[in-house]
C-alpha cells in the first residue's frame, strides 16, 4: 500500500507567480490535511477536507490560498501571486476516518522556494 | 484552543545515553497526545499516542512516553538512543474527536559518538 504522495518534492517560483501542490492520499483514506511548516518552526494547520468538500480552513490565509479535493483525483494547494513569504515545506496527511484518535499519515512534503 | 510547548530547540546527547524529551499542553478540552518524528527532508512518522488508559505508552524504536495530567505533561523518553534517532521530534496534540493536530516548535535530538 502505497503511502501518501506528494508532487513537487521542490517547488522553485518566481514572485506573483502560482504554486500548485498536489497530495495524493493513502488507499482507502477520504480524509485529507494540509499543514504548512516555516523554517524553525512546528507544522501549523491549514486545511481539512473530504472529496468534494472543505470542513475546516480556519488556519488558510485569508487571500491567495485554496484547497480542493476533488471526487476524482489528488487534492490542491493553490497559492497565486506567491510571495517570499510562502517559502515553506507544506505537508499533506490523510487519514481513513476523522476524529477518535486516529493516525494521520504524512507524506514527505513539498518544498515550495519563492525568489 | 490547544498550545504545545517543547521547551528544548536541541538536546545534544552521547549514543546509548538515555534522553528525555519534553513536551507541556494546554487545552481547555480533554486532548489526544501525540510523538511524531521527522527524519531530514521526509515527513513525520508516528512514534506513539495516547488517547486512553494507561498513562504508559510504548511506541516505536523503543521510545515511550508518559501522560502527566495535572502537569499537563506528555514527556519522550528512551532508555538507550542510537545515531539513528538523531531527528527532530515534534509532539502533537488534538482534542478527543477532533481533526486538526497542533504541533509544537519540535526538539532537535542529535545523538553523538
Known amino acids: 500500500n502505497a503511502g501518501v504522495m506528494q508532487n513537487p518534492r521542490h517547488l522553485v517560483r518566481r514572485r506573483g507567480q502560482e504554486a500548485r501542490l498536489r497530495c495524493s492520499p493513502m488507499k482507502g483514506h477520504s480524509h485529507v490535511y494540509w499543514y504548512r511548516q516555516l523554517p524553525e518552526e512546528g507544522l501549523k494547520f491549514m486545511v481539512y477536507l473530504q472529496k468534494e468538500n472543505i470542513i475546516d480552513e480556519s488556519g488558510m490565509p485569508k487571500e491567495r490560498f485554496s484547497a480542493e479535493f476533488p471526487k476524482e483525483g489528488p487534492s490542491i494547494l493553490r497559492i497565486q501571486q506567491v510571495v517570499r513569504g510562502d517559502s515553506a515545506a507544506y505537508f499533506c496527511?490523510?487519514?481513513?476516518?476523522?476524529?477518535?484518535?486516529?493516525?494521520?499519515?504524512f507524506g514527505p512534503g513539498t518544498r515550495l522556494t519563492v525568489t | 484552543a490547544q498550545s504545545v510547548t517543547q521547551l528544548d530547540s536541541q538536546v545534544p546527547v552521547f549514543e546509548e545515553a538515555p534522553v528525555e524529551l519534553r513536551c507541556n499542553y494546554s487545552s481547555s478540552v480533554s486532548v489526544y497526545l501525540f510523538w511524531y518524528v521527522q527524519y531530514p527532508n521526509q515527513g513525520l512518522q508516528l512514534l506513539l499516542k495516547?488517547?486512553?488508559?494507561?498513562?504508559l505508552v510504548k511506541g516505536i524504536n523503543g521510545f515511550e512516553a508518559e501522560f502527566n495530567k495535572s502537569q499537563t505533561s506528555f514527556h519522550l523518553r528512551k532508555p538507550s538512543v542510537h545515531i539513528s534517532d538523531t531527528a527532530e521530534y515534534f509532539c502533537?496534540?488534538?482534542?478527543?474527536?477532533?481533526?486538526?493536530?497542533?504541533f509544537g516548535t519540535g526538539t532537535q535530538l542529535k545523538v553523538e559518538l
Open positions: 495516547y488517547l486512553s488508559g494507561s498513562t
Open positions: 502533537a496534540v488534538t482534542p478527543g474527536g477532533g481533526n486538526k493536530l497542533t
Open positions: 496527511a490523510s487519514s481513513p476516518i476523522t476524529g477518535g484518535g486516529y493516525e494521520q499519515y
